[in-house]
C-alpha cells in the first residue's frame, strides 16, 4: 500500500519541474493527484502517461496569479473527490537577477502575486473543506533563498519569507482542527526555472551556486517530491509549523557565492 493511498491531493504548478515530480510521487503512493498548472500541453500529457500505468491524476488549468482560478481549481477537486487532504501550493516564477531599485512596480507586483498571493487564495479556499473534514496537509513551497541573502533576488526572498511565516502562524491556527501547515525549502534543484536561471546569470556565477551546497551537486526534483511525500503523509501527523530544508546543507554553510567565483 502507498504511503498516501487513498488521498486527494492537489499540486499547483504540478505540470514541469519540481511540481511534476510531486505530482509523479503523488500518484505512485496511491494518491488521487490534481496536477494544475498554466502549461495545459504538458500537464495533460503527465497526466496521461500516469493514467497509462494505472494511477489515479487529473489535470486542472489553474493560474494561481487569479483568484477564481484557484476557487474553481478547490471547488472542481472536492466535487470529484468529496474532500481535498493535501494541497501542494508549488507554483512560481523567477523573477530577478536585478538590484531592487532596478525593479519596476509592475514586476513587484506580478512576482508577489503569483508567488505568495496565490498561497493566500489557494489556503483561502482549501482551509474551510480541510477544517469541515477535520484533516489536511498543507505544504507550502518555499526556498534556501528564506534563509541566505544572494545579490538580486530581493522580491524573491521577501516572497519565500513570507511563505515561512504564513505556514506557522497557520499550523498554530489550524492545528486544532487537525490540519497540519509546513514547507520545504530547496537549495538549487535541476528543472527548467534553475536552467533559465543560470542562462540569465552566467555560467560562473551558476557553478558557484552548485559550490554552495556542502554535498557538492545541486539537487533532483525527486529528492524534493520525496521531503513532500513525508510531510503530505499520516506518517507525519504530528509534524506541522516546520520548513524541511533540502538543500544538500546549503543554509548550513556561511559561504557567500562571491567567494566561490
Ligand atoms: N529549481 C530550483 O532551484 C528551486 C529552488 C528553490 C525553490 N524552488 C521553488 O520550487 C517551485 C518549483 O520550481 P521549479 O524550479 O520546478 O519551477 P519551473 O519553472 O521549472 O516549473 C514551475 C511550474 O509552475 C508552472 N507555473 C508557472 N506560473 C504559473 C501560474 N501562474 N499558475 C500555475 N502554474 C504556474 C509552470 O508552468 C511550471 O509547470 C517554485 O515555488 C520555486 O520557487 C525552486
Not at 488521498?7 to 505540470?15: P, Q, R
Not at 502517461?49 to 489535470?59: N, Q, V
Request: aromatic share 6%.
Amino acid at each position: 500500500m502507498g504511503r498516501l493511498q487513498g488521498k486527494i491531493a492537489i499540486v499547483t504548478g504540478g505540470a514541469d519541474g519540481i511540481g511534476r515530480a510531486i505530482t509523479e510521487a503523488f500518484a505512485q503512493e496511491g494518491a488521487h493527484v490534481f496536477a494544475a498548472d498554466i502549461a495545459d500541453a504538458k500537464g495533460e500529457k503527465l497526466v496521461a502517461e500516469l493514467k497509462a500505468k494505472g494511477l489515479a491524476a487529473d489535470y486542472q488549468h489553474c493560474d494561481v496569479g487569479v483568484e477564481a482560478d484557484i476557487r474553481m481549481l478547490v471547488e472542481a477537486v472536492v466535487t470529484a473527490g468529496g474532500r481535498l487532504d493535501i494541497i501542494v501550493n508549488n507554483a512560481a516564477i523567477a523573477l530577478g537577477g536585478m538590484p531592487i531599485y532596478d525593479m519596476t512596480d509592475e514586476q513587484w507586483h506580478r512576482l508577489i502575486n503569483i508567488n505568495l498571493t496565490s498561497v493566500f487564495r489557494s489556503c483561502k479556499y482549501a482551509l474551510p473543506q480541510m477544517i469541515r473534514q477535520r484533516r489536511g496537509s498543507i505544504i507550502n513551497m518555499a526556498s534556501v533563498q528564506a534563509h541566505l541573502g544572494f545579490e538580486g533576488w530581493t522580491a524573491y526572498a521577501a516572497a519565500k519569507g513570507a511563505i515561512l511565516a504564513m505556514s506557522r502562524q497557520m499550523a498554530v491556527e489550524f492545528g486544532p482542527h487537525n490540519v497540519r501547515v509546513n514547507s520545504v525549502s530547496p537549495g538549487s534543484i535541476a528543472t527548467p526555472m534553475y536552467e533559465q536561471t543560470v542562462a540569465e546569470i552566467g555560467e560562473q556565477l551558476g557553478r558557484a551556486w552548485v559550490k554552495m551546497h556542502p554535498i557538492g551537486r545541486i539537487g533532483k526534483s525527486a529528492e524534493v517530491a520525496e521531503a513532500m511525500v513525508y510531510l503530505a503523509s499520516d506518517a507525519a501527523g504530528f509534524t506541522t509549523g516546520m520548513d524541511l530544508r533540502v538543500d544538500g546543507g546549503a543554509a548550513a554553510t556561511p559561504r557567500f557565492v562571491p567567494d566561490l567565483v
